[in-house]
């Protein structure tokens, strides 16, 4: 091999064992390494543009790039990022452009080659969900109490409607499918999952989970309201309704293991465990795309929430009054304000 050759690779695994947020194993380094392709940006060189084919994932290996959309708050990364993943995942058009900053070195790799190496490396793309799943949290934990999650409620006959579910196979299937992390999971994935699953029921006020108690287990809500409380630094508190997984795509971190979950309403859940998943996602390759699309939508609405918080934020501190002055001791502030 010659020594560019030798150079080269040895930047890419690199960046894949130091920089990558997932590192993989030799083996998979060693395939992404052979497809990646090297490419330099320029600063204001547009990478990709909003609107065009979500043909390929970047690795931003040294520089500033920024992500700009026509309704959203801009985005930026530095050197250690992947972008592009998201619209990947999602399988639609690219919804940002990527403009370089600064002078941008970037490792590039197509679409296709990235999920066939999350298709033939089942353990990886497990791993890639772990990590995924824990940067959900630690993001959900910048934006406050309410963790960026909206307010969920039922209505009088919703509540009732909560309390004769039984939790059956038809009922656990409803509540999968409508769940965003299994939209676009197949049926046969579903079921496999359904029939896995343990049903459990709650009445109102009941704890359904103390801090320790989830362990690799994740939660769908088939029916009623539960509410979930993190009582460390930093607090956050939130619900989860029919189809939704507690806690979000954070659920899949183990993440849970911190909150005290209780249900709001009679309810209905059904208790999958991380090796269901794994287990089923070895047959059901579909299964892994569902979820890293929707931890992808989730990763999206969290980032463009916390952008508009932090605009907002710096918009009320630039249009504030400033301080009054402090009367001292022996003048009476009602003199100065005269």
């Known amino acids: 091999m010659a020594e560019i050759d030798r150079a080269t690779r040895v930047k890419r695994e690199l960046f894949l064992r130091v920089l990558m947020p ?52 801009p985005w930026r990364f530095q050197g250690g990022s992947i972008i592009g993943v998201i619209d990947v995942n999602l399988q639609r058009p690219r919804s940002r452009t990527a403009t370089a900053l600064t002078r941008t070195d970037l490792l590039v790799i197509k679409r296709e080659e990235w999920l066939e190496i999350f298709e033939d490396n089942l353990e990886y793309a497990s791993q890639v969900r772990q990590v995924q799943a824990s940067a959900v949290h630690a ?17 009088p006959e919703e509540a009732l409607e909560a309390a004769v579910v039984e939790g059956t196979m038809v009922e656990r299937l409803v509540a999968l499918r409508s769940s965003v992390h299994f939209q676009s999971a197949s049926v046969q994935a579903l079921a496999e999952l359904a029939a896995r699953g343990e049903t459990v029921r709650v009445s109102r006020g009941d704890i359904v989970l103390r801090p320790g108690g989830a362990g690799r287990g994740i939660y769908f809500v088939v029916a009623g309201i539960v509410e979930v409380e993190r009582r460390v630094a930093p607090e956050i508190h939130a619900a989860f309704g029919p189809g939704e997984l507690v806690l979000g795509g954070a659920g899949l971190s183990g993440d849970l ?10 309810a209905t859940l059904l208790r999958l465990t991380v090796a269901d998943l794994d287990d089923v996602s070895e047959d059901h390759f579909d299964l892994t795309r569902s979820f890293l699309r ?25 249009v504030a009054p400033p301080p009054a002055e402090v009367a001292g001791p022996e003048e009476p502030a009602a003199k100065r304000a005269g």
């Open 257 to 266: 293991n911190e909150y005290v979950v209780v249900a709001r309403t009679d």
């Open 139 to 155: 993001l959900r934990q910048e934006l406050g109490a309410d963790g960026g999650f909206e307010p969920k409620s039922l209505s």
């Open 294 to 318: 929707a931890m992808g939508l989730e990763r999206e609405q969290i980032m463009n929430l916390r952008a508009r918080r932090q605009r907002d934020r710096a918009r009320s501190v630039s």
């Open 22 to 73: 997932t590192r993989p194993p030799p083996a998979i380094a060693r395939q992404l390494v052979s497809v990646m392709k090297d490419s330099v940006a320029e600063p204001g060189e547009i990478i990709y543009e909003q609107g065009t084919e979500s043909d390929a994932i970047f690795f931003v290996i040294d520089g500033e790039v920024e992500l700009t959309s026509d309704s959203e708050e």
